[in-house]
Structures are given as C-alpha cells and as structure tokens.
C-alpha cells in the first residue's frame, strides 16, 4: 500500500500571501489530521477531517482552515502569511475510529519570507 | 503544564547500550500511547501503539505503560547508529484523533 503523500514538499512565500497544502491519505483511510512542527512548540495539532466533515480542531487561528473531499484528500489553506507560519506541516492519515494508528506522511515545508 | 512531558535531550550513547527514553502526562483519561521515531527532514514514523498499561515487544524496542504513575517508557535494546533519530512520545487524547506529543528527545548513537 503505498504510504501517504504531501505536496509540495518545500514551499517559500511572502508575507501576506496564502497558500494551500494537499495530502493523500493512505487508500481505505477516511481521517486526515493536520499538524504543525515548528523547533519551539512542537507538534501541534491544527484539525482533523472525517468524510468531509471537520470532526475536530485544535487552538489555531482562523486563518487556518481546511477541507477534504470525497476521495479523502484533503488540503489546508493558511491565509495572510506571517513570518511565524514557517514550520512543517504534517497530515496524518487513519481509518478513523477512535484509537486507530494515525501515520504520517514527509510533511510540507514551508517558509515564510 | 503540558499534557506530555518529555526530557529533550540530546541523548548520546555508544553503539550496542540500552536505550531509555520517558515521558510523564497529566491526565489518566488517555487510554493510547504511542512511540513515533523522526529522521531529520522527514515525517514521524509509528513505531509502537499500545493501548492501556503494560509492556509491547516489538523486534529490538519495547513500550512500558504504567498508567498508576503516568508514566511512559520505550526501551532499545542493542542500539545501532540508524536508530539515531528524535523519538516522540504521544498520547491519543479524548477527542477520537487529535495526538499529543512530546517535546521529542534526540537521540544519537555512536559507533
């Protein structure tokens, strides 16, 4: 089965612009979860999608949003850029009942100029 | 405090030793615990997923859960220089999905 993907893997935009992630879950997973990385907070969870629904989200702002289609793809937007958006942003894939594994794919880079 | 607590590190032992990694957490409502591995410039890879207390095996690395104390455990026996790596610790919190993790300890390996 072939593992989940994320593009692009390296992105560099400007302050103020938006930009939009995709990720492919895992075949048969329904669950994508969002996180951010970053060398001072970690891991932090941003939301999670189930069948095209938003099932749960974490403590990030609204210009932090998401969606996932019927396929389970999913993608997530950052509007107006700020310098500290630049992190790894990570999907996490799952069949998606309660205490399913979750397995995440390379993640995006992205940097903010 | 944070819901999962993790010692940073970094971690630096020889080729061959017995690795010890830990974390703490807070509340005795999370039931699945999770060990990921990270290689630099890549995304956290599972390596153990056990639910409630008690010990998993798998290959050279084994999971402890002691749920009474709050207290998580992955040992590595026979450690090799690949499995230099940051190791996460996680939990799965009361929500069905959302993940808490550890701050992460770097571990390095020597040969």
């Known amino acids: 089965k072939a593992g989940v993907t994320q593009t692009p893997r390296y992105l560099i935009k400007t302050r103020g612009q938006q930009v939009t992630l995709s990720c492919s879950p895992i075949s048969g997973h329904r669950s994508v979860s969002w996180y951010q990385q970053t060398p001072g907070q970690g891991l932090q969870f941003l939301f999670e999608?189930?069948?095209?629904?938003?099932?749960n989200k974490g403590n990030f702002p609204g210009r932090f949003s998401g969606r996932q289609f019927s396929n389970s793809r999913s993608e997530m937007n950052v509007s107006t850029l700020e310098l500290g958006d630049s992190a790894l942003y990570l999907c996490a894939s799952s069949p998606g009942t309660r205490g399913n594994e979750q397995f995440f794919g390379p993640g995006t880079r992205l940097t903010v100029l | 405090q944070k819901e999962v607590e993790q010692d940073p590190g970094p971690l630096s032992v020889p080729e061959g030793a017995i690795v010890s990694l830990n974390c703490t957490y807070s509340?005795?409502?999370?039931?699945?615990f999770m060990w990921y591995r990270q290689y630099s410039r890549k995304g956290p890879e599972l390596l153990m997923y056990?639910?409630?207390?008690g010990n998993k095996e798998d290959g050279r690395f084994t999971a402890q859960v002691d749920k009474s104390s709050k207290y998580i455990s992955l040992f590595i026996r026979d450690s090799q220089p690949s499995d230099s790596a940051t190791y996460l610790c996680?939990?799965?919190?009361?929500?069905?999905?959302?993940?808490?993790f550890g701050s992460g300890t770097r571990l390095s390996i020597r040969p």
């Open positions: 999608y189930f069948s095209e629904t938003q099932r």
């Open positions: 056990t639910y409630s207390s």
């Open positions: 509340n005795s409502a999370f039931q699945y």
């Open positions: 996680a939990v799965l919190g009361s929500s069905a999905s959302k993940i808490i």
